[in-house]
């Protein structure tokens, strides 16, 4: 079991316990990158959209607000569910 101490030489527990921490990071580097390309995908694409829809750019605009809000409501549901962990039976 990994512990850390403090300044005050208390030893500090992980809040949770995570069997392979390489894997975790590598998903969340994973998860980031995908956030970032699917961003960033959708700035390189409102010309195109605009041009082959026939739609203003207000119009356009509204549809990034759409998906921002669309992401900003799913973030912070999805660290929900770590809240939600599997019992381990063999305990």
Same mark, same amino acid.
């Given at each position: ?21 390489? #894997?975790? @990071?590598?998903s969340? @580097?994973? +998860?980031?990158?995908? +956030?970032?390309?699917? !961003? ?9 959209? @605009?041009? !082959? ?9 509204? #549809?990034?607000? +759409?998906? @921002? ?23």
């Amino acid at each position: 079991m990994d512990t850390t101490m403090n300044a005050n030489n208390v030893r500090l527990q992980p809040r949770v316990q995570v069997h392979h921490p390489k #894997l975790a @990071m590598v998903s969340i @580097m994973l +998860g980031a990158f995908v +956030g970032m390309f699917s !961003e960033t995908s959708l700035n390189i694409a409102l010309s195109q959209l @605009m041009a !082959e829809r026939h739609v203003s750019q207000d119009s356009i605009q509204w #549809l990034v607000t +759409g998906y @921002m809000l669309v992401i900003g409501i799913i973030l912070p549901l999805s660290s929900l569910v770590t809240s939600f962990q599997i019992k381990d039976s063999n305990r």
